[in-house]
């Protein structure tokens, strides 16, 4: 059954969003890191982390 292109828009966009969450929470981390200003039980206290790493995996 041969998909429609929409659909694969739409897959596309849900592949893109997802994977620039995770560049952009990895960025964060490694800057602090770098940093030497990692506090992992702070940084991942934020509800707005928490809910970017969520939906990162869930797209």
């Known amino acids: 059954m041969p998909v429609s292109p929409a659909r694969r828009v739409v897959g596309s966009l849900r592949l893109a969003a997802g994977l620039t969450l995770v560049v952009a ?3 964060q981390i490694i800057e602090k890191v770098a940093n030497n200003d990692m506090v ?3 940084y991942f206290s934020y509800f707005t982390i928490l ?3 969520i939906a990162s995996v869930a797209l």
């Open 25 to 27: 929470l990895s960025f």
């Open 40 to 42: 992992p039980e702070e």
């Open 51 to 53: 809910s970017s790493m």
